[in-house]
């Protein structure tokens, strides 16, 4: 095994970004073998696409080696289509029973995963924040699969911020959830099959576990260089532009006094308000020169929601390096300004402190800002924990930077 990996990596060292492979097309272009005669299940949904754009689960069905007889499904469903935090119910996909790891039966996934399955494929796409539910739903499964002596195989994908950044506290044991299960970074710097070989080693999870890197993909590189259309993961997730800036106004989200793109064609992409001064916002936040991103100014009218037909403004993330935005500093930047330019407007409310401090993993984060202290001093607060983590997770790395050509 471990050979085989090595050979992968290698491969990867030659090839140029536009052919880079997904786990998946790896796996099935030589790999398969490994699973012949066990019982397969799959945890995934519609991003999980090969080179030729065919679900995985329909090449897993039509491949002799692989005897698929199960998906799992997480939040949002197979088809990535309900709406966030939505009960996802079992269901069928063609002649093959599809579990919910996402809702009220999972104690009858727990004993398909005893008695059905003999290893579990993880093919999905990651959106690179810690408070998006796939990665610990993987984790779930891999923390039971241990139980079960079954084996995980997790098939690798990019990091849509790529695999350098590591940004934002570390989450508290208070604030531990299925948007935070384990100790990790708000932006954690790791593709999935990173994250899950530094979880099973660090957190003990200690499954039996394979990761099937890509070919040809660096930590240096963006979505648009790794050469792949991108798949909507969640229904507010259609681009990678928002999958890149969820990591910072998700959060902000969860304060429901300001609006993050929510119901336009650019969700978590803006931050927003009717009471807000664009041009003085955009201008106040570019001169603090944060890395990667600039902002613009927005004016537009709601279609929706309680501000339908007000007008909204807003400032506008134009990330224009993900691999250099530090996503969780620019969500703490957006609110220390609008907390000073608009004294009089009510940025936190009480019956929504919970929320934003379990997205954001602490309260500290949220308390500072309330104390009116500046950006720098919050990044300061986590910046320990964020540089203890990065030396951690060096050993669990599949990937090396390097010239994007």
């Known amino acids: 095994m471990y050979k085989y990996l090595l050979c992968i990596l290698f491969f990867a060292s030659s090839v140029s970004a536009a052919s880079v492979q997904m786990g ?19 945890l995934t949904n519609r991003t999980s696409q090969t080179a030729d754009g065919v679900f995985s689960a329909d090449a897993f069905i039509g491949h002799s080696d692989v005897n698929l007889v199960a998906l799992l499904a997480l939040e949002h469903g197979i088809d990535g289509k309900i709406k966030a935090g939505k009960k996802v119910d079992d269901s069928h996909y063609k002649n093959l029973p599809v579990y919910s790891l996402y809702g009220t039966g999972y104690h009858q996934t727990r004993e398909a995963l005893k008695n059905e399955i003999d290893v579990l494929i993880y093919d999905m796409q990651d959106v690179g924040s810690r408070s998006y539910t796939y990665v610990w ?11 079960y002596e079954k084996r995980v195989i997790v098939l690798d994908r990019p990091n849509p911020l790529g695999g350098l950044t590591v940004d934002g506290p570390v989450v508290e044991e208070k604030w531990l959830s299925l948007i935070g299960l384990y100790p990790v970074p708000r932006a954690y710097g790791m593709t999935v099959g990173e994250l899950a070989r530094y979880l099973n080693q660090e957190e003990n999870i200690n499954c039996d ?16 260089d790794v050469g792949r259309d991108w798949i909507i993961t969640s229904p507010n997730i259609p681009t990678p ?30 931050v927003g308000a009717p009471w807000m001064n664009a041009e003085l916002s955009a201008r106040e936040l570019n001169l603090m020169r944060l890395p990667g991103v600039r902002f613009r100014p927005l004016t537009y009218v709601a279609k929706k929601g ?30 220390a300004h609008l907390w000073k330019y608009y004294p009089k407007q009510v940025i936190f409310k009480k019956g929504r402190y919970n929320a934003f401090d379990k997205a954001m993993g602490t309260s500290y984060v949220r ?16 910046h320990r924990e964020v540089m203890h983590f990065s030396v951690k997770r060096q050993k669990y790395l599949l990937y090396r930077s390097g010239e994007i050509k």
Do not use: H
């Open 24 to 42: 998946v097309d790896v796996f099935l272009n030589g790999y398969t073998k490994t699973v012949k005669g066990l019982r397969v299940g799959l």
């Open 137 to 147: 739903s993987l984790a779930e499964v891999m923390a039971t699969a241990a139980l």
């Open 209 to 224: 576990l394979t990761v099937i890197p890509m070919v040809g993909y660096r930590r240096n590189m963006a979505w648009e």
């Open 241 to 270: 532009a928002s999958a890149v800036c969820f990591a910072t106004t998700g959060t902000i989200g969860e304060l429901y006094t300001l609006r993050v793109g929510i119901g336009t064609d650019t969700p978590f992409q803006f």
């Open 306 to 335: 309680s501000l339908k037909g007000k007008k909204v403004q807003a400032v506008f993330l134009d990330v224009v390096d993900a691999t250099r935005f530090q996503p969780t500093r620019a969500g703490v930047s957006i609110l």
């Open 367 to 382: 308390e500072a800002l309330m104390r009116g202290d500046e950006p720098r001093l919050i990044w300061a607060r986590w």
